[in-house]
Nanobody
């Protein structure tokens, strides 16, 4: 079992930055692929970023590439999503997720564990 708790969301003006954190607890969390997804009202959950177990390889969605980065600190069991140059269309609830394995999972149904989500609102 893995438990995930996100934090760091909030209200920010367009062009601003936020850093989301996902604290993981449970056994062998360092062996999990960790991802970030987001869901805006009335829309499906969307892949944002993923990092494999070593943290040396990442995959970022085209919609946020160049603005968002994902990283992990396995010693602290925390995964970060650094979000820069935020746009109003980035407004959503952001979720952290964990999946066993080392692949770059980009589909929500590939992840077994989810956090409760943190709201990010970008004003224009």
């Amino acid at each position: 079992q893995v438990q995930l708790v996100e934090s760091g969301g909030g209200l920010v003006q367009a062009g601003g930055s936020l850093r989301l954190s996902c604290a993981a607890s449970g056994r062998s969390t360092s062996s999990y692929t960790m991802g970030w997804f987001r869901q805006a009202p009335g829309k499906e959950r969307e892949f944002v970023a993923v990092t494999n177990w070593s943290g040396r390889s990442t995959n970022i969605a085209d919609s946020v590439k160049g603005r968002f980065t994902i990283s992990r600190d396995d010693a602290k069991k925390i995964v970060y999503l650094q979000m820069n140059s935020l746009k109003p269309e980035d407004t959503a609830v952001y979720y952290c997720a964990a999946a066993r394995g080392t692949n770059y999972y980009t589909r929500a149904n590939e992840y077994a564990y989810w956090g409760q989500g943190t709201q990010v609102t970008v004003s224009s």
